[in-house]
């Protein structure tokens, strides 16, 4: 199977920036897409940005131009800088990966990271 481990969580002033890693590790063949979501309190998990095997990215609106997500496939990792953060960035952030698990399979299996505390507050 393939598990996701997150790191750079923490808490971060207004205006600040913070640097999210997640590492993808087990057996599989080839990843897909990865990506980030997030959780307020009290709100659904909602998308943050995705970025495919091209490189290709896509945000949601109220982080364009502040968050960056990159990716670096020999080490199975994706990135998310969150800059110019603000207190309604304040969420758990999940990594999450589409995952190919053998050359012989067109499926893809989705997997999530146990997800990390960004809070943003003075």
């Known amino acids: 199977q393939v598990q996701l481990v997150e790191s750079g969580g923490g808490l971060v002033q207004p205006g600040g920036s913070l640097r999210l890693s997640c590492v993808a590790s087990g057996s599989f063949f080839r990843i897909n897409v990865m990506g980030w979501y997030r959780q307020a309190p009290g709100k659904e998990r909602e998308l943050v940005g995705t970025?495919?095997?091209?490189?290709?990215?896509n945000y949601a609106d109220v982080v364009k131009g502040r968050f960056t997500i990159s990716r670096d496939n020999a080490r199975n990792a994706v990135y998310l800088q969150m800059n110019s953060l603000k207190p309604e960035d304040t969420a758990v952030y999940y990594c999450?990966?589409?995952?190919?698990?053998?050359?012989?399979?067109?499926?893809?299996?989705?997997?999530w990271g146990q997800g990390t505390q960004v809070t943003v507050s003075s």
């Open positions: 970025i495919n095997d091209s490189d290709t990215t």
């Open positions: 999450y990966a589409s995952v190919r698990l053998s050359p012989i399979t067109i499926n893809l299996n989705t997997y």
